[in-house]
T-cell receptor, first 116, second 112 residues
Framework: NAGVTQTPKFQVLKTGQSMTLQCAQDMNHEYMSWYRQDPGMGLRLIHYSVGAGITDQGEVPNGYNVSRSTTEDFPLRLLSAAPSQTSVYFC???????????????FGEGSRLTVL | TQLLEQSPQFLSIQEGENLTVYCNSSSVFSSLQWYRQEPGEGPVLLVTVVTGGEVKKLKRLTFQFGDARKDSSLHITAAQTGDTGLYLCAGAANQAGTALIFGKGTTLSVSS
């Protein structure tokens, strides 16, 4: 069972470079979201989507873009990477349309990004 | 802005001890979730509490949701080394319940 798959697992970028973190789920979940995790900060919500074609901003959306063209995929784009974006990024999906009220979030294994 | 404050931030105990982790907010939540995360992995759901005053038990773990639905606690009885990890509480930050936010977490270390 694949669940939520994130690629790449590790990436090093230079300041100003762009890249896309990929996230795919095979559970037919409507809800998907992206978080970043920094030491002592817990998980902070970047963007989320309640279904194909619908996205919304979370707590820390600046510097990140998302799109949701299919139910399965929810890529996170960094258009011009900055050292402050060095973090571990987690993608999650849920079988609840709300993603929150009683809906369990299923997380990927994370993508560790370093921006030099 | 709805915030979830977790305490303590770090907890280091011996095997067999009991402990309680707290998750507090000034806002009312329709539900709260508790997740556990191990190094190098994503968080995994432990429990969801929905009703004010609710108590749920998961083996040695007991979860409570405050009567006013503003706070929750996780109590572990007779901790084991396998309980070591990061414990996170989470709740919906918006009316629609679509933006799930997390507390900063409690790092638990249980030594033998």
């Amino acid at each position: 069972n694949a669940g939520v798959t994130q690629t790449p697992k590790f990436q090093v970028l230079k300041t100003g470079q762009s890249m896309t973190l990929q996230c795919a789920q095979d559970m037919n979940h409507e809800y998907m979201s992206w978080y970043r995790q920094d030491p002592g900060m817990g998980l902070r919500l970047i963007h989320y989507s309640v279904g194909a074609g619908i996205t919304d901003q979370g707590e820390v959306p600046n510097g990140y873009n998302v799109s949701r063209s299919t139910t399965e995929d929810f890529p996170l784009r960094l258009l011009s990477a900055a050292p402050s974006q060095t973090s571990v990024y987690f993608c999650a999906s849920s079988n609840s349309r709300t993603g929150a009220n009683t809906g369990e979030l299923f997380f990927g294994e994370g993508s560790r990004l370093t921006v030099l | 802005t709805q915030l979830l404050e977790q305490s303590p931030q770090f907890l280091s105990i011996q095997e067999g001890e009991n402990l309680t982790v707290y998750c507090n907010s000034s806002s009312v939540f329709s539900s709260l979730q508790w997740y556990r995360q191990e190094p190098g992995e994503g968080p995994v759901l432990l429990v969801t509490v929905v009703t004010g005053g609710e108590v749920k038990k998961l083996k040695r773990l007991t979860f409570q949701f405050g009567d006013a639905r503003k706070d929750s606690s996780l109590h572990i009885t007779a901790a084991q080394t396998g309980d070591t990890g990061l414990y996170l509480c989470a709740g919906a930050a918006n009316q629609a319940g679509t933006a799930l936010i997390f507390g900063k977490g409690t790092t638990l270390s249980v030594s033998s």
